[in-house]
């Protein structure tokens, strides 16, 4: 079992940064992909970035490229999402997740992640 415990969202003004981290721990852990998703009431959730937990190889959502940037530091089992240049469209609720298996890293599809914290909220006003 992986437990997953997210911090860092809060309420920024457009154009300000925000850093959410995310801790990983259980004796299960063994992550081939850690990822963010985010959602918004009445959508599905959707990956933004996402990174390779050996390789570290990372991916990004069109929309983030640029302004977003995921890392993670292994000894801590810990993933970040440093945030920057947010604007009101980032406003969500901000979930890690872990996949064991190479498809949540073709697929990045939420069903392909098995693990998930309880999701924290950022808000961006305008």
């Known amino acids: 079992q992986v437990q997953l415990v997210e911090s860092g969202g809060g309420l920024v003004q457009a154009g300000g940064s925000l850093r959410l981290s995310c801790a990983a721990s259980g004796r299960t852990f063994s992550p081939y992909v850690m990822g963010w998703f985010r959602q918004v009431p009445g959508k599905e959730r959707k990956l933004v970035a996402s990174?390779?937990?050996?390789?570290?190889?990372?991916y990004y959502e069109d929309s983030v490229k640029g302004r977003f940037t995921i890392s993670r530091d292994n000894a801590k089992n810990t993933v970040y999402l440093q945030m920057n240049s947010l604007k009101p469209e980032d406003t969500a609720a901000y979930y890690c997740?872990?996949?064991?298996?190479?498809?949540?890293?073709?697929?990045?599809?939420?069903?392909?992640?098995?693990?998930w914290g309880q999701g924290t909220q950022v808000t961006v006003s305008s």
């Open positions: 990174i390779h937990w050996s390789s570290g190889s990372i």
């Open positions: 997740a872990v996949s064991r298996n190479i498809q949540g890293w073709r697929t990045r599809n939420p069903s392909d992640f098995g693990s």
